[in-house]
């Protein structure tokens, strides 16, 4: 098999040919079909993410494999499955998991949307179900709303009946937003304190969701009714969360943080399995779905890692480990 593999942070990723030994009884092999490179990828690669692997390592967050050797006590999958791991370690072309650590798949789905369904749709579900009691028609706001995490709430919000106001750094994505079900799109430049409400048809937002920080979670949550959260999961502007007193004060806003990784640590099995049945049920209908921006054989890691960090990209950089 072969593996991207990091042996110092900050450092350049190499292609390297390793020896994979057979899987342990409660392990499954998979032969992998593709894997995303998310912001939380170049942040381990940098060395800056909240959790770092032990050294040399495997990057990945997440992917999607076909299962081509059972564990000897595995008797729930079979070989030729369709499965996306919960561990990461996914840049590679074949990999041992545990059998209690992949999420099982329905055939048919689409291996691309499959590739992504780990991270970025669980972190949506949890954003808009755990920190505040929504109902029907009330007002969500967000930042970075193109994002793939922005894109799985929209879909999840319209799903629910929810409405959505949403933040973006480009004028031109409207359009592509909306027919997703995001209600309003506006640019960064909109001050929500002053527009919201006309915004959201007199309304003031019941949750915020931020990506960004800085001036941009300032804005977002200008346009929250009193005691209401604001969520932050993501900080691609790298500038701190900057709260005037008076929000706490006079408005009694919330702030809370989020993390899938301790969502994990948290959430009942047969709950996370009931949350991934669905989100894969919706990817199989196609009712949530992120675009691909370009997908990259893995042996041209270096370029797929440029793209993905690009600005402006128009969706999710692959990489696929079966093409030459
Ligand atoms: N806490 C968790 O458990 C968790 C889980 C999943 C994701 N996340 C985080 O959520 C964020 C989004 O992840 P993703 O996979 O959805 O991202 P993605 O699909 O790669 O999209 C990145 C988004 O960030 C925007 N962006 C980049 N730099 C920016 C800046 N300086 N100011 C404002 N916007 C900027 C991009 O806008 P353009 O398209 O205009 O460039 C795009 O909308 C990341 O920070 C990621 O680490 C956190």
């Known amino acids: ?72 006590e595995i008797t729930h999958l079979q070989c030729g499955d369709l499965v996306a791991p919960l561990d990461p370690g996914s840049w590679c072309s074949r990999r041992n998991v545990r059998a209690d650590r992949v999420i099982p798949l329905p055939a048919g789905i689409d291996v691309h949307q499959a590739a992504m369904l780990a991270i970025n749709p669980p972190t949506a579900y949890a954003l808009l179900h755990d920190f505040a009691l929504l109902e029907t028609g009330d007002w969500i706001l967000q930042n970075a709303a193109n994002s793939g995490v922005g894109r799985c709430v929209i879909q999840l919000a319209h799903r629910l009946g929810l409405r959505t106001l949403n933040v ?110 669905l989100l894969a049920g919706m990817c199989l209908d196609g009712s949530l779905r992120v675009p691909i921006h370009r997908v990259f054989p893995l042996r041209e890691l270096h370029a797929a890692l440029r793209e993905a960090a690009a600005e402006g990209r128009g969706g999710k950089v692959l990489l696929d480990p079966r093409s030459a």
């Not at 450092?11 to 912001?39: F, K, T």
């Not at 304190?193 to 949550?221: H, K």
């Not at 706490?248 to 009942?268: A, E, Y």
């Open 168 to 277: 973006v750094r480009r004028a031109e994505l409207a359009a592509e937003l909306q027919a997703l079900g995001a209600d309003r799109v506006v640019t960064e430049d909109v001050d929500l304190r002053r527009d919201g409400a006309a915004l959201m048809d007199g309304a003031e937002a019941r949750l915020a969701l931020n990506a960004v920080g800085g001036a941009s979670a300032l804005n977002v949550a200008n346009a929250l009714a009193p005691g209401s959260p604001l969520v932050t999961y993501g900080a691609m502007g790298r500038q701190p969360l900057k709260i005037p007193n008076g929000l706490l004060i006079f408005r009694g806003l919330n702030f809370h943080g989020f993390w899938l990784r301790r969502w994990f640590d948290t959430k009942p099995a047969a709950e996370q399995q009931r949350i991934f049945g």
């Open 1 to 72: 098999m072969i593996a991207a593999r990091l042996h110092a942070f900050g450092d350049v990723l190499s292609i390297e040919p390793l020896d994979l030994r057979m899987p342990a009884p409660d392990e499954v092999q998979l032969e992998m079909i593709a894997a995303p490179v998310n912001p939380a990828d170049l942040n381990i690669i940098e060395g800056t993410y909240g959790r770092l692997p032990d050294l040399p390592a495997t990057p990945g967050n997440e992917g999607v494999g076909r299962i081509a050797i059972l564990g000897a």
